[in-house]
């Protein structure tokens, strides 16, 4: 009986230094920003399912789509936050927003892209655009790339990719057409590497060039990872995030100064929120 109730007693003790291992794991922060200490923005209900997110420097807010509803959102992110909306679309299954001039793209979750422009304050001038890809493919992430010229789409699960590749396709928004060919292949085992683990869940939920690095963020909410690439998807760094902060990270962003934002859908723990960083940069990240 002494025994077992030795045994016990050590077992419990192992329960216990395991939990606090866990509670007390600390998340590391990317160069220039502090992860641990965001301004946050508490979102309506309305927008529960925020599936993307791109900056509009004009008046420093925020557009946004909802997963499903067909309607824009913009979110002014002052002291009083203020909410805007406009119906494009049908319902469907709405992925990322990107804005090029004033035509806005929209991604949905079989690689559509809804290109559209308010011609009036009721009135929608919109086009569909189909990429020449086959199969059962699923995608999440859109943004777009100053340098080519070019929306860059990425898969999160497609049929021609295995578990160690992830495939970018480009769209040309000048003649709205898309590339034949992929336009990168990053390695998801190179992500597991810089996180010293053999394999890792890494699916892109959103991606968005830094607006002074020039490096491209590409964040993945299965596995609530971060990595940074080049333009051209050879990745560099890759961090772990806190799942207590980022519950469900859909869309992420840039102001033209580098401040970082990443939105989270409600993921039925509260209310969604937009998550801002002030960039800091320190050294090499100064570009």
């Keep these: 009986m002494v025994i077992q109730k030795m045994l016990v007693g050590f077992f419990l003790l192992c329960l216990c230094a395991c939990s606090q291992k866990n509670d007390s794991y600390s998340y590391p922060s990317i160069p220039g920003y502090d992860l641990s200490n965001p301004i946050m923005i508490h979102l309506e209900t309305g927008l529960d399912e925020i599936s993307g997110i791109v900056y509009y420097e004009k008046d420093t ?11 824009l959102y913009k979110i002014y992110i002052r002291k009083k936050i203020e909410v805007k909306s406009w119906k494009f679309a049908t319902h469907g299954d709405y992925e990322d927003i990107a804005l090029v001039d004033s035509t806005f793209y929209v991604l949905q979750s079989n690689g559509d892209i809804k290109a559209f422009t308010f011609a009036s304050k009721d ?37 021609f990719d295995n578990k160690k590749t992830i495939t970018a396709f480009s769209f040309n928004p000048a003649d709205q057409t898309f590339s034949d060919e992929p336009f990168f292949k990053l390695r998801t ?22 607006p002074i690095t020039k490096e491209l963020y590409i964040i993945s909410s299965i596995g609530q990872t971060i990595a940074i690439a080049d ?43 937009i998550l801002l960083f002030k960039y800091n940069p320190t050294g090499h990240e100064k570009g």
Excluded: W
């Excluded at 925020?62 to 067909?70: C, K, P, R, S, T």
């Excluded at 493919?137 to 497609?158: M, P």
């Excluded at 053999?198 to 830094?210: D, G, N, R, W």
């Design 61 to 71: 807010s925020v557009f946004a789509i909802n997963d499903e509803l067909g309607v």
């Design 123 to 159: 009135s929608v001038t919109i086009s569909d655009c189909s990429p020449p890809i086959d199969g059962d493919n699923d995608f999440e992430t859109l943004y777009f790339d100053s340098y080519y010229q070019r929306l860059i789409v990425v898969c999160k699960d497609c049929e």
């Design 189 to 210: 085992d190179s992500v597991a590497q810089l996180l010293g683990k053999e394999k890792i869940k890494f699916k892109p939920s959103a991606a968005a060039i830094h």
């Design 231 to 273: 333009r051209k998807g050879h990745v560099k760094e890759a961090y772990r995030i806190d799942p207590r902060l980022f519950k469900q990270p859909e869309g992420i962003t840039f102001t033209p100064r580098g401040d970082l934002l990443i939105s989270n859908e409600s993921a039925e723990m509260g209310a969604p929120n």
